[in-house]
């Protein structure tokens, strides 16, 4: 196995000891279905648009998933800025150790490894829910959600040690099908006009529309939809030409699920009428099936056969979230046993150059998670999906806001690059956004997790926990300078010079720290 790492000279690891994943596996249109893989598309559509709608600003919610991709385009171009210059498998927590720190950016670790892992359990949840639901229905056969979660889990674990490829071509099929359907559906209702009141689009882009009604609640489930647009980065060291791809595959993938949220919302509002839409949605909650707000106008459109297959596609959807959040936190957990923050061990690679040791540790964390759900015989969509998809998405905004404001830090000092609105207007300005953002999920938490206030505060607490912790955790793990090998005796016939001692390891952001 080779041990040099895939990065470039201003990685945050040492590349005389580091392992390395697969370069040169994936191009743009491979990472942007990761991506789209970790929104869940259907999922996205089905699940939060009908609480956007209902308890948010009605029919204006298709232009607060506008709002929410000017928001996080502002985050992408420091995000980017930053990733030309610092390619790592760690993404979120190098680039905060690099500005802020090492320690804040070890702290930053874990609370990305803790909202990955937690937004995967949560699709857990949901699935286990869905498969079993649709066996049910179909074959007769009543089997316990978590079963399915179990056996997913094996599944996604084999997958994800195939390597990063197998893994694509995977997501590739799933995404398509799921877009496909909705697109089709967007676009005829486009073509034909809109609905009963025509495509509205005043009703639902107008300044009027947009602040009606509870506006920032829809904000806040805008944002939580776009969740995993930066596993662009995550991919840096596996993608062709890195410096190029993942710019690219990062402004393509915030083009792309803005442009499907804010155009599939606009046409639902329209099927439904803007002046019922409210009301419509309210009921789909009330009945305690909100994906009927959904399937019911594509079933009137394109006939019965689909309210079979939405509900498979539903499925394939979270299956295909899972497998992509499990990447991304295996991932997570290589980088940080490169870095020495976590045991060597989970650096150790396959055949196929994929990190097996770090997917045996992220599966062993879902089971970890789920399963006390199901052996305290909690409601799997009530408690595991809405509590730990709370609580993940408030973990993302707080790494987004970190890394906006580590961006700003780390050009003023290293000048790396000079250019102002990237590397300060807009960096400061998409904090800004975040940060306005997190101040809204906070005050309507209880409404997000769907829960009790109690719940909700204990819920929020452990974000800066768990970033605490990971302060703490990153002091007594600094690593000492590498010592330089014995000298090599020479040999009786051909003397040879003592070979040069290995430059010291570094961890991500200890000059920074050290400053």
């Known amino acids: 196995m080779d041990s040099q790492t895939a990065v470039t000279p201003h990685s945050a690891h040492d590349s005389s000891t580091a392992g390395r994943l697969k370069p040169d596996s994936l191009g743009v249109l491979g990472i942007l279905f990761f991506v789209l893989s970790a929104q869940a598309p259907l999922t996205g559509i089905a699940g939060a648009v009908p609480i956007a709608i209902a308890i948010g600003n009605g029919a204006g919610a298709p232009a607060a998933y506008l709002a929410a991709g000017v928001v996080v385009l502002l985050f992408s171009i420091g995000f ?15 680039y905060i150790g690099k500005g802020l720190g090492r320690s804040t950016g070890s702290g930053s670790a874990g609370v990305a490894l803790f909202a990955y ?92 529309a947009a602040l009606q009604g509870a506006p920032g609640v829809a904000l806040m489930f805008a944002v939580a939809s776009m969740f995993g647009f930066e596993a662009t980065a995550i991919y840096g060291e596996e993608a062709r030409e890195p410096r190029k791809t993942v710019p690219r595959a990062t402004y393509l993938s915030v083009a792309v699920v803005t442009g499907f949220f804010a155009f599939t919302s606009w046409m639902l509002v329209s099927a439904h009428g803007a002046s019922r839409v409210t009301d419509e949605a309210g009921k789909a909650l009330a009945s305690g099936d909100a994906t009927s707000f959904v399937f019911a106008p594509i079933t009137a459109l394109f006939g019965s056969w689909v309210g079979d297959v939405l509900p498979v596609l539903l499925a394939t959807s979270l299956f295909a979230g899972i497998l992509a959040f499990h990447n991304s936190a295996n991932r997570y957990l290589f980088s940080l046993g490169r870095e020495g923050l976590l045991p060597h061990g989970l650096t ?38 809405s509590w730990f998809s709370g609580v993940a ?123």
Not at 352 to 362: E, K, L, T
């Open 80 to 94: 980017v800025a930053m990733g030309r210059h610092v390619v790592d498998a760690g993404a979120f927590y190098t």
């Open 393 to 515: 998405v408030l973990a993302a905004m707080l790494l987004y806001f970190l890394t906006s404001v580590a961006v700003i830090v780390f050009f003023r000092r290293s000048g790396a690059d000079t250019r102002l609105w990237n590397t300060v207007i807009a960096p400061v300005l998409g904090a800004l956004g975040i940060a306005g953002t997190i101040w809204l999920i906070i005050q309507n938490f209880t409404t997000l997790i769907g829960g009790d206030s109690a719940t909700a505060l204990w819920l929020q607490l452990t974000v800066p926990a768990v970033l605490a912790l990971g302060v703490v955790v990153a002091r007594p793990t600094r690593r000492p300078p590498v010592a330089p090998p014995a000298p090599v005796p020479a040999p009786a016939i051909t003397p040879t010079a003592t070979p040069p001692a290995p430059a010291p390891a570094t961890g991500s952001g200890d000059q920074e720290e050290n400053r």
């Open 117 to 208: 892992c937690a937004v995967q359990a949560a699709m857990y949840g949901l699935y286990g829910a869905t498969v079993g639901a649709l066996v049910d229905h179909y074959a007769g056969v009543h089997v316990d959600w978590w079963v399915w979660a179990l056996v997913t889990m094996v599944i996604v674990q084999l997958l994800g040690a195939c390597g990063i490829e197998m893994g694509a071509k995977v997501l590739t099929v799933f995404v398509l099908a799921e877009f496909s359907i909705l697109i089709a559906f967007a676009l005829v209702t486009l073509f034909r006009g809109g609905g009963p009141e025509g495509l509205g689009i005043g009703d639902s882009f107008s300044a009027h």
């Open 348 to 385: 150790a690679l396959n055949r196929r150059h994929s990190p097996w040791a770090a997917g045996i540790v992220q599966t062993v964390i879902a089971v970890a998670l789920v399963m006390p759900f199901a052996v305290l015989g909690k409601d799997p969509v009530l408690t595991l999906f």
